[in-house]
């Protein structure tokens, strides 16, 4: 019942058209969007790494203790 268009005509209806996502990333086209993004990330690993959860340093990962056994 909701989100249903009614058409008793059957004529074509661009009802269709304006429910998909609009084309194109404004993320993608603004520079400082990116780089608040990039600074937010470096922070996430910057905290993870102050309490010891960040990732291994090159060959220090599981796999290469794994192969050292």
Known sequence: MFGHILNPTGKR??????????IGDIKNDDPLVVAREEKERLAKFEMLKHRGKGPPKKGQGRHAVKRNK
């Open 13 to 22: 209806s661009p009802h269709k058209i304006l429910r998909k996502k609009l």
